[in-house]
T-cell receptor, first 113, second 115 residues
Framework: ETGVTQTPRHLVMGMTNKKSLKCEQHLGHNAMYWYKQSAKKPLELMFV???????ENNSVPSRFSPECPNSSHLFLHLHTLQPEDSALYLC????????????FGSGTRLTVV | AQSVTQPDIHITVSEGASLELRCNYS??????LFWYVQSPGQGLQLLLKYFSGDTLVQGIKGFEAEFKRSQSSFNLRKPSVHWSDAAEYFCAVGGLIQGAQKLVFGQGTRLTINP
């Protein structure tokens, strides 16, 4: 257990479904991140939240919608995904954005069918 | 553009042998450099980091890395690997990238250990 908990660990969803990924940390960190890890590609930064405010959106399609209700929780809402969205989605946190002491969760393995 | 290159996608070494994983970066200023390890089904764990000072940095699990500015490299080494070191290893560079503080990762090197 790293201090960053992601649920669910595995998710299979159809292209018309709506689902959400959850990330939770109780490390007292103020920045949270979503990364996408696809096979044979580098980790892609998707979103950054710093003190609950979104500070980075790396041209992510609107079918991915993040939500950060407080500094401890981060969600990624998914709807009408495509098969190429199948990947491992990693959440990370750090003291604040720009502080590189990232703690990663174990990820959610998403399969879109 | 800032980037990180790990030239070796997959490396196999025998248990007890020495290991060196290569990492080259492209960044305009002095970078912050990191090595992470990812075991199957797990997230990334920080092995070590370089911010400034001594260019040879020690990390957890017996790993070390050396920053060589002239070669834009930050190679990871271990004198004697253990079967439990089998995992994927990621090099990353942190800094001001496209107007924001970011961590950019390489594609990773998968390490297999032969008994």
């Amino acid at each position: 257990e790293t201090g960053v908990t992601q649920t669910p660990r595995h998710l299979v969803m159809g292209m018309t479904n709506k689902k959400s990924l959850k990330c939770e940390q109780h490390l007292g960190h103020n920045a949270m991140y979503w990364y996408k890890q696809s096979a044979k590609k580098p980790l892609e930064l998707m979103f950054v939240y710093n003190f609950k405010e979104q500070t980075e959106n790396n041209s992510v399609p609107s079918r991915f919608s993040p939500e950060c209700p407080n500094s401890s929780h981060l969600f990624l809402h998914l709807h009408t995904l495509q098969p190429e969205d199948s990947a491992l989605y990693l959440c990370a946190s750090s003291q604040e954005a720009g502080n590189y002491g990232y703690t990663f969760g174990s990820g959610t393995r998403l399969t879109v069918v | 553009a800032q980037s990180v290159t790990q030239p070796d996608i997959h490396i196999t070494v025998s248990e007890g042998a020495s290991l060196e994983l290569r990492c080259n970066y492209s960044y305009g200023a002095t970078p912050y450099l990191f090595w992470y390890v990812q075991s199957p089904g797990q997230g990334l764990q920080l092995l070590l980091k370089y911010f400034s000072g001594d260019t040879l940095v020690q990390g957890i699990k017996g790993f070390e890395a050396e920053f060589k500015r002239s070669q834009s490299s930050f190679n990871l080494r271990k004198p004697s690997v253990h079967w439990s070191d089998a995992a994927e290893y990621f090099c990353a560079v942190g800094g001001l990238i496209q107007g924001a503080q970011k961590l950019v990762f390489g594609q990773g090197t998968r390490l297999t250990i032969n008994p």
